[in-house]
């Protein structure tokens, strides 16, 4: 299974929007218009956002269980807001690692907020 970086800014997004002190199991019901993730790719996810430290969660018995995002995944979500950076940023980096990846978003995002600046 390769990594989807839409399915784990997806997960992220979730659990940011579920708001603190709340916990979040995803679920394949979840993706409506979209071929579903199965439940083995959803774990797997969570798990590499919880090793990544973008997540705090633990496995249960149904899969993973996401608690809380920590500071870098709040600024990963950050980030990743503007789809015209989260685009450049998947194109420009392509299939490079997931750290080269987060350094092209900061880059993309950063350049994106000085040229909403230098036209101010």
Not at 84 to 110: D, I, R
Request: aromatic letters at 10%; hydrophobic letters at 35%.
């Amino acid at each position: 299974m390769r990594r989807d970086m839409d399915l784990i800014k997806f997960l992220l997004g979730k659990m940011e929007s579920a708001g603190p002190d709340t916990s979040y199991t995803p679920t394949p019901a979840e993706f409506p218009g979209r071929n579903p993730p199965s439940e083995p790719e959803l774990s797997e996810h969570c798990r590499l956002i919880v090793e990544r430290g973008l997540a705090r969660g633990e496995p249960s018995f149904s899969g993973w269980v996401l608690t809380g995002l920590t500071w870098d995944g709040h600024d990963f979500l950050d980030n990743s807001r503007e789809s015209k950076v989260w685009q450049a940023a998947k194109k420009a980096a392509g299939p490079l690692s997931f750290g080269v990846f987060t350094k092209v978003l900061a880059e993309v995002a950063t350049r994106h907020a000085m040229s909403q600046i230098t036209g101010f």
